[in-house]
């Protein structure tokens, strides 16, 4: 909260690269691949993850989006104004803004944590949660 400076929620997008297909389409358009042959799969052939259409992926979105609109059923009511700070945590030798500065990750003491749906690309899998700070008895 602006007010007390406290953290009183802390959402979380983990986003995990598959290093053995970066160099691959995160997702195939199915009508942006003209002459397009059926391939057969071999049993005895190990295999690539089956990439996903850009509708999949775009639904998959979606549905993590409406889960956290319905969020306001269970996070408790944010009495003062309140900002938001954009943590991005990046490898150690990751080339990054001048403008960004360290900070201490925010963790919340008194919390509960609710996680949330993921999905995945064939290069990407992201994983959500929310934790907010539990409400005390006595300031309902």
């Given at each position: 909260g602006i007010d007390s400076g406290e953290t009183l929620e802390r959402w979380q997008f983990h986003v995990d690269v598959d290093k053995e297909n970066?160099?691959?389409?995160?997702?195939?358009d199915e009508n942006d691949v003209?002459?397009?042959?059926?391939?057969?799969?071999?049993?005895?052939?190990?295999?690539?993850?089956?990439?996903?259409t850009v509708k999949e992926?775009?639904?998959e979105i979606q549905a993590i989006i409406r889960q956290?609109?319905?969020?306001?059923?269970?996070?408790?009511?944010?009495?003062e104004p309140c900002s938001?700070?954009?943590l991005v945590y990046t490898k150690a030798d990751a080339v990054v803004p001048q403008k960004w500065h360290d900070s201490d990750p925010r963790y919340i003491m008194n919390s509960s944590e609710v996680k949330l749906r993921s999905f995945t690309t064939s290069i990407h899998k992201v994983d959500t949660m929310v934790t907010y700070k539990e409400v005390d008895e006595w300031e309902l």
């Open positions: 970066d160099d691959l389409p995160a997702a195939v003209p002459n397009r042959q059926p391939q057969q799969s071999s049993s005895s052939t190990t295999t690539k993850k089956n990439k996903k992926i775009h639904d956290i609109t319905a969020s306001i059923t269970f996070l408790p009511l944010l009495n938001f700070d954009l």
